[in-house]
């Protein structure tokens, strides 16, 4: 019996793959819609000098306060049904939220601190915290939101030339309980 072992004891049967039925892809995880607040937030200038670990808290907090999480939960859905179909590399998330955002009347990264009364601020250790300036007036409006369904959503975003490769073939659940008027785009 020789020591050596020949090559073609270890080469693998190749199988006829054309007989055996193609299983369908099942959808990916949705975006989280916390996630994708952080994600376009996390572009303020005011965040640029800092790591994203010292950020985190801060943007958690300011999720929690955030009155539109709603909004996030249906731009969030909308787009993981485009990615599932079309794939993620087809459609950026930050070009998605500066469209969508905008539409929505949620505020811009540069306008949030502002909007929310929010104001930045360094302790003595250098880490960041942020603290109502005040509060609210309340004929401020800081709620966004549209009677828009992921349907409409999809539309806008193929009017504004996102996601023009996705093909409506019925699977999309209905969702119009946001009432505030589309701003013109």
């Known amino acids: 019996?020789?020591?050596?072992?020949?090559?073609?004891?270890?080469?693998?049967?190749?199988?006829?793959?054309?007989?055996?039925?193609?299983?369908?892809?099942?959808?990916?995880?949705?975006?989280?819609?916390?996630?994708?607040?952080?994600?376009?937030?996390?572009?303020?200038?005011?965040?640029?000098?800092?790591?994203?670990?010292?950020?985190?808290?801060?943007?958690?907090?300011?999720?929690?306060?955030?009155?539109?999480?709603?909004?996030?939960?249906?731009?969030?859905?909308?787009w993981s049904h485009i990615c599932n179909q079309i794939g993620k590399e087809n459609v950026p998330l930050i070009p998605y939220f500066e469209l969508m955002c905008l539409a929505m009347l949620l505020p811009?990264?540069?306008?949030?601190?502002?909007?929310?009364?929010?104001?930045?601020?360094?302790n003595e250790q250098n880490d960041l915290y942020i603290v109502h300036i005040s509060n609210p007036p309340e004929d401020t409006t800081t709620k966004s939101g549209t009677n828009m369904s992921v349907e409409e959503i999809i539309c806008y975003c193929q009017a504004h030339n996102y996601a023009k490769e996705f093909k409506f073939n019925g699977d999309l659940a209905t969702s119009s309980t946001f009432h505030v008027p589309l701003k013109p785009g």
């Open 1 to 78: 019996m020789s020591a050596f072992v020949t090559l073609t004891s270890f080469t693998p049967a190749i199988s006829n793959t054309t007989d055996k039925a193609v299983k369908p892809t099942k959808p990916k995880k949705a975006l989280n819609a916390f996630i994708g607040f952080r994600c376009y937030y996390i572009s303020m200038l005011e965040f640029k000098a800092f790591p994203m670990k010292k950020l985190s808290n801060m943007l958690a907090e300011m999720w929690n306060e955030d009155t539109n999480k709603p909004v996030w939960a249906l731009l969030a859905k909308t």
């Open 108 to 122: 811009s990264p540069d306008e949030y601190f502002k909007t929310f009364y929010w104001e930045l601020h360094l």
